[in-house]
C-alpha cells in the first residue's frame, strides 16, 4: 500500500492531508470538473486518504465523455465516405454512437486515421489532393483553439479539401448548469488548470459571487489535487467563496491571450448538447460563418440519422455528480473497457474507466487506504 | 487526450510562413506549433497540448512534472502507438478486475 510515496513528496502530501484534516469541521462536496483531475484522484486513492467529511463529486469535464451520441453517429456517417479520410485523436475510436464505433468503420473498410496534433490532419490533405480529410474537433477550451488554429492555417494555405466535424465545449456554462440543478450537492470546485492556461480566471469571479461557491484552480498531480482540496475547504470553513489560483506554475490570469484571439476569430459561442446531460446554454463553439466552408456538417450534409442511447446506460447521472460510476447497474458486468455502453466507460478521463481499471467496486477500502497511508 | 504535457524546445523553425519547434518530452521529440507563445525560446519550458505550446513553464516544475508522468506511465499512454492504447485488448490490462484494496500502486507493480 504505498499510495502516499507515489505523490512523489510523501512529506509535502502528508503535510497537506494533516492540514484538511485540522481544517475541516462539517461535511464538504467538492467537484473536480476535469476528467484528468478525476483520474489521478481514482488512481492515487486521493478520495479515501481525505477525511471523510470532504467527499469528491466527479465532474462532466471529459471532453470524450460529453459528445452527444448524434455528433458521434455524424463522425461514423462521414468517416464511412469513399472519398473521405477521417483523422481523430485516438480516444474517439472506440466511442459507440449507435450500433458501432469508428473502430469498426475502419474494419469496414474506411479510412480513420489517428493524429497527435490536428496540423497532423492538415498534412494529410496537403499529401492527399484528391481525396477529403476531416479532422474531429472535440474537447474544451484546451484543445479548441489548436482546432482553431488549424482551420486558420488550412485557409491561409489555402487547403480547400480539409474541414472540422466540430463540437466543442466550454466549462463556465457547465458550471452554471451544474448550479442549477436542483439536486445539485456541490458546494466548491475545482477548476480544471489547463483551461484556464488558455482562458484564464476571468470568467469565474462572477459564477463564485452568483453561486456563493469557492472555485479554486487546480493542476493535475497528486500534490495538485490536495493542494486544491486544501484551499476549497479552507474557503468554505471560513464562509468565503473567491476565485483562487492553486496552479499558478502554468495558470497567468489573463490565460493565453493569442489563443483566444484566435478562439475569437474562428468560432462563435453556441448551445451545445451534453451527453446524457441535454443541452446547456451557449455551452460550446461552433465555426463563425467566415469560416463556414471548413465545416464537415455543412460540406457533407449529414442529416436523417436515427440516434438511439443505451437505455441502461447512466453516464448522464455519472456526468452529473449525481451517481458514482459502480452504482450502474451494467457497471463492470454488460459495460467493460473491452464492451463499453457508454462513453465514460472508453475514455481515459471517464469516470467510469477510472473506477473499472483503479478501484474496488465498494467503500469498505477507506478504512484499508487510511491505515495504509498512516504506514507512511 | 486533455492531458497537457510539458516539453522543453530543442529547436524553433519556419514552416510554411508558422513558428514550429521541435519538443523534447522526456525523450519523446515531436513537433509543437509556437503560434500561441510567439516568444518561447530554444531552451525555454512549455506545457503542450495536441501539439501546441500553451504556457510556459519554469524548468524545475516541468521536470518534476515530466518526471511523475513518467513514472506513471502517462508519457507512453499520450504519445504510445496511437493504435495500441485504444485496441480494446492491446494490453490486457483493460480486462483485468480492479483489485479491492490494491489501487493504483499494486496495479502499477503487478506490470
Ligand atoms: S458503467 Fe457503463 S453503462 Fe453504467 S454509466 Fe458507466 S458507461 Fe454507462
Same mark, same amino acid.
Given at each position: +500500500?504505498?499510495?502516499?510515496?507515489?505523490?512523489?513528496?510523501?512529506?509535502?502530501?502528508?503535510?497537506?492531508?494533516?492540514?484538511?484534516?485540522?481544517?475541516?469541521?462539517?461535511?464538504?462536496?467538492? +467537484?473536480?470538473?476535469?476528467?484528468?483531475?478525476?483520474?489521478?484522484?481514482?488512481?492515487?486513492?486521493?478520495?479515501?486518504?481525505?477525511?471523510?467529511?470532504?467527499?469528491?463529486?466527479?465532474?462532466?469535464?471529459?471532453?470524450?465523455?460529453?459528445?452527444?451520441?448524434?455528433?458521434?453517429?455524424?463522425?461514423?456517417?462521414?468517416?464511412?465516405?469513399?472519398?473521405?479520410?477521417?483523422?481523430?485523436?485516438?480516444? +474517439?475510436?472506440?466511442?459507440?454512437?449507435?450500433?458501432?464505433?469508428?473502430?469498426?468503420?475502419?474494419?469496414?473498410?474506411?479510412?480513420?486515421?489517428?493524429?497527435?496534433?490536428?496540423?497532423?490532419?492538415?498534412?494529410?490533405?496537403?499529401?492527399?489532393?484528391?481525396?477529403?480529410?476531416?479532422?474531429?474537433?472535440?474537447?474544451?477550451?484546451?484543445?479548441?483553439?489548436?482546432?482553431?488554429?488549424?482551420?486558420?492555417?488550412?485557409?491561409?494555405?489555402?487547403?480547400?479539401?480539409?474541414?472540422?466535424?466540430?463540437?466543442?465545449?466550454?466549462?463556465?456554462?457547465?458550471?452554471?448548469?451544474? +448550479?442549477?440543478?436542483?439536486?445539485?450537492?456541490?458546494?466548491?470546485?475545482?477548476?480544471?488548470?489547463?483551461?484556464?492556461?488558455?482562458?484564464?480566471?476571468?470568467?469565474?469571479?462572477?459564477?463564485?459571487?452568483?453561486?456563493?461557491?469557492?472555485?479554486?484552480?487546480?493542476?493535475?498531480?497528486?500534490?495538485?489535487?490536495?493542494?486544491?482540496?486544501?484551499?476549497?475547504?479552507?474557503?468554505?470553513?471560513?464562509?468565503?467563496?473567491?476565485?483562487?489560483?492553486?496552479?499558478?506554475?502554468?495558470?497567468?490570469?489573463?490565460?493565453?491571450?493569442?489563443?483566444?484571439?484566435?478562439?475569437?476569430?474562428?468560432?462563435?459561442?453556441?448551445?451545445?448538447?451534453?451527453?446524457?446531460?441535454?443541452?446547456?446554454?451557449?455551452?460550446?463553439?461552433?465555426?463563425?460563418?467566415?469560416?463556414?466552408?471548413?465545416?464537415?456538417?455543412?460540406?457533407?450534409?449529414?442529416?436523417?440519422?436515427?440516434?438511439?442511447?443505451?437505455?441502461?446506460?447512466?453516464?448522464?447521472?455519472?456526468?452529473?455528480?449525481?451517481?458514482?460510476?459502480?452504482?450502474?447497474?451494467?457497471?463492470?458486468?454488460?459495460?467493460?473497457?473491452?464492451?463499453?455502453?457508454?462513453?465514460?466507460?472508453?475514455?481515459?478521463?471517464?469516470?467510469?474507466?477510472?473506477?473499472?481499471?483503479?478501484?474496488?467496486?465498494?467503500?469498505?477500502?477507506?478504512?484499508?487506504?487510511?491505515?495504509?497511508?498512516?504506514?507512511? | 487526450?486533455?492531458?497537457?504535457? *510539458?516539453?522543453?524546445?530543442?529547436?524553433?523553425?519556419?514552416?510554411?510562413?508558422? /513558428?514550429?519547434?521541435?519538443?523534447?518530452?522526456?525523450?519523446?521529440?515531436?513537433?509543437?506549433?509556437?503560434?500561441?507563445? *510567439?516568444?518561447?525560446?530554444?531552451?525555454?519550458?512549455?506545457?503542450?497540448?495536441?501539439?501546441?505550446?500553451?504556457?510556459?513553464?519554469?524548468?524545475?516544475?516541468? /521536470?518534476?512534472?515530466?518526471?511523475?508522468?513518467?513514472?506513471?506511465?502517462?508519457?507512453?499512454?499520450?504519445?504510445?502507438?496511437?493504435?495500441? *492504447?485504444?485496441? *480494446?485488448?492491446?494490453?490486457?490490462?483493460?480486462?483485468?478486475?480492479?483489485?479491492?484494496?490494491?489501487?493504483?500502486?499494486?496495479?502499477?507493480?503487478?506490470?
Amino acid at each position: +500500500m504505498k499510495y502516499i510515496e507515489e505523490f512523489q513528496d510523501p512529506a509535502l502530501a502528508r503535510k497537506l492531508l494533516d492540514d484538511i484534516r485540522a481544517t475541516v469541521t462539517r461535511p464538504w462536496a467538492l +467537484m473536480e470538473v476535469c476528467g484528468g483531475q478525476t483520474h489521478t484522484i481514482i488512481r492515487h486513492g486521493i478520495d479515501q486518504l481525505l477525511p471523510d467529511e470532504v467527499e469528491l463529486i466527479h465532474g462532466p469535464g471529459c471532453p470524450v465523455c460529453v459528445t452527444p451520441l448524434e455528433v458521434i453517429d455524424k463522425a461514423l456517417e462521414i468517416a464511412s465516405r469513399p472519398e473521405v479520410i477521417f483523422c481523430s485523436f485516438g480516444d +474517439m475510436l472506440r466511442v459507440p454512437g449507435t450500433g458501432r464505433d469508428l473502430f469498426q468503420v475502419r474494419g469496414q473498410g474506411g479510412d480513420v486515421r489517428v493524429v497527435y496534433s490536428p496540423l497532423d490532419a492538415l498534412r494529410v490533405a496537403q499529401e492527399n489532393p484528391d481525396r477529403e480529410v476531416v479532422f474531429f474537433g472535440i474537447g474544451f477550451e484546451t484543445t479548441a483553439p489548436p482546432n482553431a488554429m488549424t482551420v486558420y492555417q488550412a485557409r491561409r494555405l489555402g487547403i480547400p479539401n480539409f474541414s472540422l466535424l466540430v463540437s466543442h465545449v466550454r466549462v463556465p456554462p457547465a458550471i452554471e448548469a451544474i +448550479m442549477r440543478s436542483p439536486s445539485c450537492r456541490v458546494q466548491g470546485f475545482l477548476a480544471a488548470g489547463h483551461v484556464c492556461s488558455v482562458m484564464g480566471t476571468s470568467e469565474y469571479p462572477e459564477l463564485a459571487e452568483r453561486f456563493r461557491v469557492p472555485i479554486v484552480v487546480t493542476g493535475f498531480e497528486p500534490l495538485d489535487i490536495l493542494e486544491g482540496v486544501r484551499r476549497t475547504v479552507q474557503q468554505l470553513e471560513r464562509g468565503e467563496h473567491t476565485v483562487e489560483n492553486a496552479y499558478p506554475r502554468a495558470v497567468q490570469p489573463e490565460g493565453n491571450p493569442a489563443a483566444q484571439a484566435m478562439l475569437a476569430d474562428v468560432f462563435e459561442v453556441t448551445d451545445r448538447a451534453w451527453r446524457g446531460i441535454g443541452v446547456i446554454p451557449a455551452s460550446g463553439w461552433r465555426l463563425s460563418s467566415r469560416y463556414r466552408e471548413y465545416d464537415a456538417e455543412h460540406r457533407f450534409s449529414v442529416t436523417g440519422i436515427d440516434t438511439r442511447e443505451p437505455a441502461e446506460c447512466r453516464s448522464g447521472e455519472v456526468l452529473q455528480g449525481l451517481l458514482k460510476p459502480h452504482e450502474c447497474e451494467a457497471f463492470g458486468t454488460t459495460c467493460t473497457p473491452r464492451t463499453p455502453l457508454g462513453a465514460t466507460m472508453v475514455s481515459s478521463e471517464g469516470a467510469c474507466a477510472a473506477y473499472y481499471l483503479y478501484r474496488r467496486l465498494d467503500l469498505e477500502q477507506k478504512t484499508v487506504s487510511r491505515e495504509g497511508a498512516s504506514v507512511v | 487526450m486533455c492531458l497537457a504535457v *510539458p516539453g522543453k524546445v530543442l529547436g524553433i523553425e519556419d514552416r510554411d510562413g508558422t /513558428r514550429m519547434a521541435t519538443v523534447d518530452f522526456g525523450g519523446v521529440v515531436k513537433e509543437v506549433c509556437l503560434e500561441y507563445l *510567439p516568444d518561447l525560446q530554444v531552451g525555454e519550458y512549455a506545457i503542450v497540448h495536441v501539439g501546441f505550446a500553451l504556457q510556459r513553464l519554469d524548468e524545475d516544475s516541468a /521536470r518534476k512534472t515530466l518526471e511523475l508522468f513518467e513514472t506513471l506511465g502517462l508519457l507512453q499512454e499520450e504519445f504510445g502507438d496511437p493504435w495500441e *492504447p485504444a485496441e *480494446p485488448d492491446a494490453n490486457g490490462r483493460t480486462e483485468q478486475p480492479a483489485d479491492a484494496g490494491d489501487g493504483a500502486a499494486a496495479q502499477e507493480a503487478k506490470r
